[in-house]
């Protein structure tokens, strides 16, 4: 069963907006992570909050991670055309589990 | 480096046939893992190994599903006999060793169309 559950399923914005996705999961997590997945392709590890972690930066990247509310969220900001891709947060507590997903397409 | 090399790329083949996948994970990475990923859904992990050693098998069905990795290198995960609800795709990830519950390297996937 998928333990995080990606917010919203679909979200659709211009270049240089921001976009903001989410993630909540159920039990308590050793770490959370989020990943990229282009269209018929693999998935890339984008970036890893351990549970002692509020926030990380990588890039145009921002995670922040509430463990009292058991929710994650994921900043891109000023989005390129080329971060069109299905975004997955993934959390570990001894095994990995994956969400469904938010599909971004940012439009040029 | 070299990534996670997987092979075929697509495969079509029809119910209750059998078909075989094969994944090279990255060179001294211990761990590996096979997902399967169904069209709008997330990948659920259906086996990982430890070396050669199986770790977690709970969520591979294992009346038709089979993997093995030996000389705790490459891994091939076998489906038989298929079902329509297969058609996914197979996805095989690995991890360096000590790092298993931190980032995985995916390949490229195998697309399964049962038919």
């Known amino acids: 069963s998928q333990q995080g559950e990606e917010d919203p399923q679909a979200l659709s914005i211009q270049e240089g907006e921001n976009a903001t996705m989410n993630c909540s999961y159920k039990t308590s997590i050793n770490n959370l992570q989020w990943y990229r997945q282009n269209s018929g392709r693999g998935l890339v590890h984008l970036i890893l909050i351990r549970s002692n972690e509020r926030e990380k930066h990588s890039g145009r990247l921002r995670v922040t991670l509430d463990t009292s509310k058991k929710s994650s969220s994921l900043l891109i900001t000023a989005s390129r055309a080329a971060d069109t891709a299905s975004y997955f947060c993934?959390?570990?507590?001894?095994?990995?589990?994956f969400g469904a997903g938010t599909r971004l397409t940012v439009k040029p | 480096e070299a990534g996670v090399a997987q092979s075929p790329r697509y495969k079509i083949i029809e119910k209750r046939q059998s078909v075989a996948f094969w994944c090279n994970p990255i060179s001294g990475h211990a761990t590996l893992y096979w997902y399967q990923q169904i069209l709008g859904q997330g990948p659920k992990l259906l086996i990982q190994f430890q070396n050669n050693g199986v770790v977690d098998d709970s969520q591979l069905p294992k009346d038709r599903f089979s993997a093995e990795r030996l000389k705790g290198v490459d891994s091939t995960l076998k489906i038989q006999p298929a079902k329509l609800e297969d058609s996914a795709v197979y996805l095989c990830a690995s991890s360096p060793p000590g790092q298993g519950n931190n980032e995985q390297y995916f390949g490229p996937g195998t697309r399964l169309t049962v038919t």
């Open positions: 993934a959390t570990v507590t001894g095994d990995m589990r």
